[in-house]
């Protein structure tokens, strides 16, 4: 077995302890970690846009917040997550081009932020911890052996949530 599951872009992936999930790279895209702290068992998303109703067209589906989490909680439950003790934790949303930070029509990282927040606040899901926002992208490391959260940006900094 591996230590670690890589989640890549526009896609989720479920893992159990003692493994821990990884995604590289958000930018303007949000991790999402949706976690069973009772039977240690997460999916984590690397959401990159926020509605797919607006692209009807598009064959990856999984790129749409509300898709991609809809998927991520079936395959969550279906391997042993429990739906009243799901917690969440987000990561990422950056605004990549300072021009765009202050216009939510062209700031994509805000509105994937709104989108998911949105979208677990709907499904009963609570934040329990977040790092969004700012203008640096992020490399998210989950444990759920212990619901950590381990969050090293592009200068960088690294921090536990």
Request: glycine share 10%.
């Amino acid at each position: 077995m591996k230590d670690s599951i890589t989640v890549g872009l526009s896609e989720f992936k479920i893992c159990k302890s003692p493994q821990k999930i990884v995604t590289i790279g958000l930018g303007s895209c949000v991790g999402v970690i949706i976690y069973d702290k009772s039977t240690k068992t997460c999916g984590m998303a690397h959401v990159m846009m926020p509605d797919s109703t607006k692209f009807p067209q598009e064959n990856n589906k999984l790129k749409f917040a509300d898709i991609c989490l809809s998927r991520m909680i079936e395959s969550l439950l279906e391997s042993g997550g429990h739906k009243t003790e799901l917690i969440a934790k987000i990561a990422g949303g950056a605004c990549m081009f300072g021009e765009s930070q202050d216009n939510p029509l062209i700031n994509i990282g805000a509105q994937n932020v709104e989108a998911v927040r949105t979208f677990l606040e709907n499904n009963s899901i609570p934040i329990v911890a977040e790092d969004v926002g700012g203008d640096y992208g992020r490399t998210l490391e989950f444990d759920p052996s212990n619901g950590e959260l381990k969050i090293r940006t592009a200068m960088g900094e690294q921090s536990i949530i």
